[in-house]
C-alpha cells in the first residue's frame, strides 16, 4: 500500500482546521495539524510533507518567521509553502513571498477551488515577487524581525531577571528553614539518645517500641535536614580535607545503619581493606555514602542483600556499593544523578526521599576529583561504584549545580 501524501497546515483555528481537513482529506490527502509555529518547526523536522499551507496571523512565531525558517530547513528546499490567510491588505501576497512562500491564497476558504490550487503548487507552481519591490520588502521585513528579536530577547532577560530573584528568596527561606529544623532536631535526637541509654530510668516493652519508632522518624528527618543543609551551603564551599580513615568510617556507618537493616531484613556485608587513609571531606564524604547506602536499604526488598566493599590502591580509593533490589531501568540510569529525577515505579514511590541524594553524591564525589557510575539489572539489583583519587585534584570551582 502507498502512503498518502501528507500536508502540513499550520493554522490555529478550529473550523479552519476541520474545513481544510475535510477539503483535501477527500481528495487523499493526509493533513497534518500545527496550531503554531514551534509545532509546525517540529513536525516539519521530522516529516516530508508535499505541500505546507500556512496561516500568517498565529501564536509566537507569525506565519512569515515561521516560513522563513522552513525554508531554512534542507530537506524542505523544494516543498512549497504557501500562505493561506485572512490578510488581503495591499502588499500582503509579496510581503508572504518575500518571507519566503512560494504562493499565497486568500480566505476565505473556496472548497470548490482549493484542491486545483494545492495540486498547481505541488506540480511545481511559484509565484515570485515583481523585481524592484523585492529589496525595499525585505528590507522591511528584516527590520521587523529584528524588532520583534530585541522584544523577545528584553522579555527573556527579564524574565531572567525575576527567576533569579525568585531563587535568591527561595534560597534564603530554604536556608533559614533549614537552621530553625536543625535547632529542635538536634534537641529531640539529644533526648530519644538519652532515653535509649537508659538516663530516665528502664523503658518497659511498650515504651520501648515507641521510642524506636521516635528514633527511626527522627533519623529519617537528620537524613533529609542534611542533605538539605548541604544543598543549600556546603556545596558552594571549598571542601574542608582532613586525613579520613574510611574503614573506619564505613564500619561505624554501618553499625549506625543495624537496627535498620535488621528491620528491612535484608543483609547488609561490609569488606573492606584495613586502614584506607586518605585526605578528603569527612562530611561530605559520610553524607555520600550515607544516601546510597540508604537507597540500598529502601530499595532492596527482605531476604536481599547489600554489599558494600571498600578497595586500597596506590593512588585511589574504591568503594563498590551493590544490592539485590529492584534495580534501574536502562533508560533511567543517567537520570538518576539528575536533582528530584525519582523512578516512576510504586516501590519508590512508597519510600521516603525527594530525588537530591544521588545528585549530591555526584557533586560529592565530583569534587573530590572522583566519579561515580551505576550498572543494574531490573528487579536484579544495582551496583554504584565510586572512585576517588588519593591525592586532590579538586576543582577550584566547587559550585556544580546541583
Ligand atoms: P531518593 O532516594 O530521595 O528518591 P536519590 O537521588 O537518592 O533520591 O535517587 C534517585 C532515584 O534513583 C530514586 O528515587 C530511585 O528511583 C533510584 N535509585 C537510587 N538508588 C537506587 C537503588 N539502589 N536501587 C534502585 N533504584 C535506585
Same mark, same amino acid.
Given at each position: 500500500?502507498?502512503?498518502?501524501?501528507?500536508?502540513?497546515?499550520? &493554522?490555529?483555528?478550529?473550523?479552519?482546521?476541520?474545513?481544510?481537513?475535510?477539503?483535501?482529506?477527500?481528495?487523499?490527502?493526509?493533513?497534518?495539524?500545527?496550531?503554531?509555529?514551534?509545532?509546525?518547526?517540529?513536525?516539519?523536522?521530522?516529516?516530508?510533507?508535499?505541500?505546507?499551507?500556512?496561516?500568517?496571523?498565529?501564536?509566537?512565531?507569525?506565519?512569515?518567521?515561521?516560513?522563513?525558517?522552513?525554508?531554512?530547513?534542507?530537506?524542505?528546499?523544494?516543498?512549497?509553502?504557501?500562505?493561506?490567510?485572512?490578510?488581503?491588505?495591499?502588499?500582503?501576497? &509579496?510581503?508572504?513571498?518575500?518571507?519566503?512562500?512560494?504562493?499565497?491564497?486568500?480566505?476565505?476558504?473556496?472548497?470548490?477551488?482549493?484542491?486545483?490550487?494545492?495540486?498547481?503548487?505541488?506540480?511545481?507552481?511559484?509565484?515570485?515577487?515583481?523585481?524592484?519591490?523585492?529589496?525595499?520588502?525585505?528590507?522591511?521585513?528584516?527590520?521587523?524581525?529584528?524588532?520583534?528579536?530585541?522584544?523577545?530577547?528584553?522579555?527573556?532577560?527579564?524574565?531572567?531577571?525575576?527567576?533569579?530573584?525568585?531563587?535568591?528568596?527561595?534560597?534564603?527561606?530554604?536556608?533559614?528553614?533549614?537552621?530553625?529544623?536543625?535547632?529542635?532536631?538536634?534537641?529531640?535526637?539529644?533526648?530519644?539518645?538519652?532515653?535509649?541509654?537508659?538516663?530516665?530510668?528502664?523503658?518497659? &516493652?511498650?515504651?520501648?517500641?515507641?521510642?524506636?519508632?521516635?528514633?527511626?522518624?527522627?533519623?529519617?528527618?537528620?537524613?533529609?535536614?542534611?542533605?538539605?543543609?548541604?544543598?543549600?551551603?556546603?556545596?558552594?564551599?571549598?571542601?574542608?580535607?582532613?586525613?579520613?580513615?574510611?574503614?573506619?568510617?564505613?564500619?561505624?556507618?554501618?553499625?549506625?545503619?543495624?537496627?535498620?537493616?535488621?528491620?528491612?531484613?535484608?543483609?547488609?556485608?561490609?569488606?573492606?581493606?584495613?586502614?584506607?587513609?586518605?585526605?578528603?571531606?569527612?562530611?561530605?564524604?559520610?553524607?555520600?555514602?550515607?544516601?546510597?547506602?540508604?537507597?540500598?536499604?529502601?530499595?532492596?526488598?527482605?531476604?536481599?542483600?547489600?554489599?558494600?566493599?571498600?578497595?586500597?590502591?596506590?593512588?585511589?580509593?574504591?568503594?563498590?556499593?551493590?544490592?539485590?533490589?529492584?534495580?534501574?531501568?536502562?533508560?533511567?540510569?543517567?537520570?538518576?544523578?539528575?536533582?528530584?529525577?525519582?523512578?516512576?515505579?510504586?516501590?519508590?514511590?512508597?519510600?521516603?526521599?525527594?530525588?537530591?541524594?544521588?545528585?549530591?553524591?555526584?557533586?560529592?564525589?565530583?569534587?573530590?576529583?572522583?566519579?561515580?557510575?551505576?550498572?543494574?539489572?531490573?528487579?536484579?539489583?544495582?551496583?554504584?561504584?565510586?572512585?576517588?583519587?588519593?591525592?586532590?585534584?579538586?576543582?577550584?570551582?566547587?559550585?556544580?549545580?546541583?
Amino acid at each position: 500500500m502507498t502512503q498518502q501524501p501528507h500536508i502540513l497546515y499550520i &493554522e490555529d483555528n478550529r473550523d479552519n482546521q476541520r474545513l481544510v481537513q475535510r477539503i483535501l482529506g477527500a481528495r487523499g490527502y493526509t493533513v497534518m495539524i500545527a496550531p503554531d509555529g514551534m509545532t509546525a518547526l517540529a513536525l516539519a523536522r521530522e516529516t516530508l510533507p508535499v505541500l505546507i499551507l500556512v496561516d500568517i496571523n498565529i501564536p509566537g512565531l507569525d506565519g512569515y518567521e515561521t516560513t522563513t525558517r522552513l525554508k531554512s530547513m534542507a530537506h524542505l528546499h523544494e516543498t512549497p509553502v504557501v500562505a493561506l490567510t485572512a490578510d488581503v491588505s495591499p502588499g500582503a501576497r &509579496e510581503r508572504a513571498l518575500v518571507a519566503g512562500c512560494d504562493g499565497y491564497l486568500s480566505k476565505p476558504i473556496d472548497p470548490r477551488q482549493l484542491p486545483e490550487q494545492v495540486l498547481a503548487f505541488i506540480s511545481g507552481k511559484r509565484e515570485f515577487v515583481p523585481p524592484g519591490v523585492e529589496t525595499p520588502m525585505l528590507r522591511a521585513y528584516n527590520q521587523k524581525v529584528v524588532e520583534r528579536l530585541e522584544q523577545r530577547v528584553r522579555e527573556l532577560m527579564q524574565a531572567h531577571n525575576e527567576l533569579q530573584e525568585i531563587d535568591r528568596l527561595k534560597n534564603r527561606f530554604l536556608s533559614s528553614l533549614s537552621h530553625e529544623l536543625r535547632t529542635p532536631l538536634t534537641s529531640l535526637l539529644g533526648y530519644i539518645d538519652l532515653l535509649n541509654r537508659g538516663m530516665f530510668g528502664d523503658l518497659n &516493652e511498650l515504651q520501648q517500641e515507641a521510642l524506636e519508632v521516635l528514633q527511626r522518624n527522627g533519623d529519617l528527618l537528620n537524613r533529609q535536614l542534611n542533605n538539605l543543609i548541604y544543598l543549600q551551603e556546603y556545596r558552594s564551599l571549598p571542601l574542608a580535607l582532613v586525613a579520613v580513615d574510611l574503614t573506619e568510617m564505613a564500619r561505624r556507618l554501618v553499625q549506625e545503619l543495624q537496627p535498620k537493616v535488621e528491620r528491612s531484613g535484608v543483609q547488609l556485608i561490609l569488606q573492606a581493606d584495613s586502614e584506607i587513609c586518605f585526605d578528603a571531606d569527612r562530611v561530605a564524604l559520610e553524607l555520600a555514602l550515607t544516601n546510597v547506602l540508604d537507597n540500598a536499604l529502601k530499595f532492596t526488598s527482605t531476604g536481599g542483600s547489600i554489599n558494600l566493599m571498600l578497595h586500597n590502591e596506590p593512588s585511589r580509593v574504591i568503594i563498590v556499593i551493590s544490592d539485590t533490589g529492584i534495580g534501574i531501568p536502562p533508560e533511567a540510569l543517567d537520570k538518576i544523578f539528575i536533582p528530584f529525577y525519582r523512578i516512576d515505579h510504586p516501590t519508590v514511590s512508597s519510600q521516603p526521599g525527594n530525588g537530591i541524594g544521588l545528585a549530591l553524591v555526584q557533586h560529592i564525589v565530583e569534587a573530590h576529583g572522583g566519579q561515580i557510575t551505576v550498572r543494574s539489572t531490573p528487579a536484579k539489583g544495582s551496583t554504584f561504584t565510586v572512585t576517588l583519587p588519593k591525592h586532590q585534584d579538586t576543582q577550584p570551582d566547587q559550585a556544580a549545580t546541583v
